[in-house]
């Protein structure tokens, strides 16, 4: 039995040859909300339902792949968490320039997964500078890019606002409310001819509502993620690159649910009697990551090619619960 990798890119240039989605085929394919989570969907050896954005790769768990976003590894990049684990990812399709898709035998700097490897890059600024403005079946968006400093450096901004509370509040469908957000910017910045700086800073927040006047039931939940990191990319020679990530993550999850109810109940010996039930949940959870990783690439040879490095991670995670429950 011979097993070898499989291996897709996506918007991205490189001499080997690959299936490749364009940016126009990934704009034009049937999908929910414009994401690329569920463009990515068409590649062989990858599955996923309609309702949701998480996809699997050979049979595997969706937990079992490595997302990441310029060199950060990203943790639950969704939103509407409540409907089908994630229906949308956090990352705006007008923001991404490349992606590439490894579905086995991937190197080891990928380590601690078991699927693949989904590795985004951002979109590289246009140097004409732009400021766009758009709307679709779901969101509404905004982008500026360009260059300053004679080339040397450049922005990019995305933010998106889903409107799927206003929709259903014109709807008269008022008793649910899910609204989301997300936004992202880069900068990026030549210090010479080797070493190249960036900052990154990515924001995704959701915020869902539900109440059922008739019976009282109320049920909230807030999710967010918060990244920022800084990239450095140096070219140590012709044979030699690196880069350096420093992190900072951290992802929050917030519940709200109460249920009271008034009985009244008439007996020969009391007329009325007035009776109260009910119960309240909150939870709050939060979780932080600090991280540190090096990459280098050392090309000995044509034929001999060397990758060795190291990454550091700190996680922490805080869990508040309180339940009250009367009958």
Known sequence: IVVTPGRFAIMHEDPVRRQTLSKEDIHTLP??????????????????????????????????????????????????????????????????????????????????????????????????????????????????????????????VSARRGYLDIVLSLMNEEDLSPSYYDVMAKTEYRLSDRHSLSAHILRADDDLEFEENEDGDIAITDYANTYGWLRLRSSLGAKLNAQTVLSLGQATDGRLGTDFRTIFITTPQIRRKIDLTGFEIREERSFNVAGLRQDWNWKASERQHLNFGFAARRLTSDFDYFNWDLQ
């Open 31 to 156: 999908q929910l909300g414009e994401d690329i989570y569920r463009a990515i969907k068409r590649l062989p050896g990858i599955s996923g339902n309609d309702f949701s954005a998480k996809f699997t790769v050979r049979g595997g768990e969706h937990e079992e792949v490595l997302v990441m976003l310029d060199g950060l590894e990203m943790y639950e990049p969704f939103h509407l968490k409540d409907i089908y684990g994630g229906a949308l990812s956090i990352v705006d399709v007008v923001a991404i320039g490349g992606i590439d898709m490894m579905t086995g035998a991937f190197p080891a700097q990928y380590g601690n997964h078991m699927s693949g490897v989904f590795d985004i890059s951002s979109v590289k600024p246009n140097p004409r500078g732009r400021t766009a403005v758009g709307i679709s079946l779901m969101n509404a968006r905004f982008l500026t890019e360009g260059q300053f400093d004679d080339g040397r450096g450049s922005w990019f």
